[in-house]
T-cell receptor, first 115, second 116 residues
Framework: AQKVTQAQTEISVVEKEDVTLDCVYETRDTTYYLFWYKQPPSGELVFLIRRNSFDEQNEISGRYSWNFQKSTSSFNFTITASQVVDSAVYFCALTFSGGYNKLIFGAGTRLAVHP | EPEVTQTPSHQVTQMGQEVILRCVPISNHLYFYWYRQILGQKVEFLVSFYNNEISEKSEIFDDQFSVERPDGSNFTLKIRSTKLEDSAMYFC??????????????FGEGSRLTVL
């Protein structure tokens, strides 16, 4: 089965706190790609990051960082020093090599950052 | 930067009416998708389209739904007889040859459908 699980439905933090959004995936394929998308209240899907299954290096981009661990099939996303503008729904997603393969989304985590 | 565009951004319709949602994918892209997101829920795959035919469809994509690429640029989703439960945000996405080995999809901004 190919599946993405985001167990945290909602997270509420106060500005400047660090927050980690969890993502666990299931697949038997050896080549796959993982993504994080942000969906602000306006509704569009904003691409944040892509990782392929051969690259387990963690990545940092400003206040965002991602921890990919194949051993635990996890691809977690951390926001450091959260800001009110980070309030959104965050989706983790999985797809596979090949042109027509669909993107499989997790259920999303709603992050509310309060001043 | 090229982008996927969708029209209308919001459509309100009466139950039982036909609706067509339009998408203009990025011009050299080959693979096209529709996704649906009921308010507050996950983004669900509806259908993928390649080489002028459906390559995969989900259980949601029943006989009330159809897709078409009528003129080589537009990619449309038609709902023949809308139901209340079709109210959702519909996202179009596309992928080019270059993204075959990266998995990346380019999403439009969505079309919100409200069925009354």
């Amino acid at each position: 089965a190919q599946k993405v699980t985001q167990a945290q439905t909602e997270i509420s933090v106060v500005e400047k706190e660090d927050v980690t959004l969890d993502c666990v995936y299931e697949t038997r394929d050896t080549t796959y790609y993982l993504f994080w998308y942000k969906q602000p209240p306006s509704g569009e899907l904003v691409f944040l990051i892509r990782r392929n299954s051969f690259d387990e290096q963690n990545e940092i981009s400003g206040r965002y960082s991602w921890n990919f661990q194949k051993s635990t099939s996890s691809f977690n996303f951390t926001i450091t020093a959260s800001q009110v503008v980070d309030s959104a729904v965050y989706f983790c997603a999985l797809t596979f090599s090949g042109g027509y393969n669909k993107l499989i989304f997790g259920a999303g985590t709603r992050l509310a950052v309060h001043p | 930067e090229p982008e996927v565009t969708q029209t209308p951004s919001h459509q309100v319709t009466q139950m039982g009416q036909e609706v067509i949602l339009r998408c203009v994918p990025i011009s050299n892209h080959l693979y096209f998708y529709w996704y649906r997101q009921i308010l507050g829920q996950k983004v669900e795959f509806l259908v993928s389209f390649y080489n002028n035919e459906i390559s995969e469809k989900s259980e949601i994509f029943d006989d009330q739904f159809s897709v078409e690429r009528p003129d080589g640029s537009n990619f449309t989703l038609k709902i023949r007889s809308t139901k209340l439960e079709d109210s959702a945000m519909y996202f179009c996405a596309s992928r080019g040859r270059r993204e075959e080995n990266t998995g990346e999809l380019f999403f439009g901004e969505g079309s919100r459908l409200t069925v009354l």
